[in-house]
Antibody
Framework: EVQLVESGGGLVQPGRSLRLSCVAS????????MHWVRQAPGKGLEWVSG????????GYADSVKGRFTVSRDNAKNSLYLQMNSLRAEDTALYYC???????????????WGQGTLVTVSS | DIQMTQSPSSLSASVGDRVTITCRAS??????LNWYQQQAGKAPKVLIY???SLQSGVPSRFSGSGSGTDFTLTISSLQPEDFATYYC?????????FGGGTKVEIK
């Protein structure tokens, strides 16, 4: 069974940094692309970032480009999101998401974690 | 960026009803369209990928159709567990984008 467990969320002041982590199990992690998707309270879904199986391909939403960096450590079955220069509008539940795409490239989102909540406020 | 527009934003329906939700892309995305269901307080779950392919384990009352810019999700006979919010999402290009969601409520 696929399991994705996020951690690292919390309350942070505007302008500060936070690093989210996701530990994966139940599948061969380095065979698949991974993503971060967020959901602000009471709002819809927003794709934040994605990374292919070997960290050769990245993608970012315009709203986070230049501030957030996605990375992965296949030896640790882990996905990360480094979030810098945080803003109030980054407040959201951040989901770690697995992509079933062929050859570890981007396709769609087939398994989701339960999310970790990031609150940006002074 | 490709904009995804869903309609309606909400609807009320009864158990057993046939429900149709539409999604329009701002440019052609071929068949690169996926549908997700999010029940209250839970993570989203994929229902349909590549416009019309049913994800493993998803009941056959869910179906998807369309290509290019116009797509539909149909629930043939609404069940109590189907009251949820539904999102379309394009996987044609980065940045991946979602529609605004359609909340299906009990009439």
């Amino acid at each position: 069974e696929v399991q994705l467990v996020e951690s690292g969320g919390g309350l942070v002041q505007p302008g500060r940094s936070l690093r989210l982590s996701c530990v994966a199990s139940g599948f061969i992690f380095d065979d698949y692309a991974m993503h971060w998707v967020r959901q602000a309270p009471g709002k819809g879904l927003e794709w934040v970032s994605g990374i292919n199986w070997n960290s050769g391909t990245f993608g970012y939403a315009d709203s986070v480009k230049g501030r957030f960096t996605v990375s992965r450590d296949n030896a640790k079955n882990s996905l990360y999101l480094q979030m810098n220069s945080l803003r109030a509008e980054d407040t959201a539940l951040y989901y770690c998401v697995k992509d079933p795409g062929w050859f570890g490239e981007f396709y769609y989102f087939d398994s989701w974690g339960q999310g970790t909540l990031v609150t940006v406020s002074s | 960026d490709i904009q995804m527009t869903q309609s309606p934003s909400s609807l009320s329906a009864s158990v057993g009803d046939r429900v149709t939700i539409t999604c329009r892309a701002s440019q052609s995305i071929r068949s690169s369209l996926n549908w997700y269901q999010q029940q209250a307080g839970k993570a989203p779950k994929v229902l349909i990928y590549a416009a019309s392919s049913l994800q493993s384990g998803v009941p056959s009352r869910f179906s998807g159709s369309g290509s290019g810019t116009d797509f539909t999700l149909t629930i043939s006979s609404l069940q109590p567990e189907d009251f949820a919010t539904y999102y379309c999402q394009q996987s044609y290009s980065n940045p991946r984008t979602f529609g605004g969601g359609t909340k299906v409520e009990i009439k």
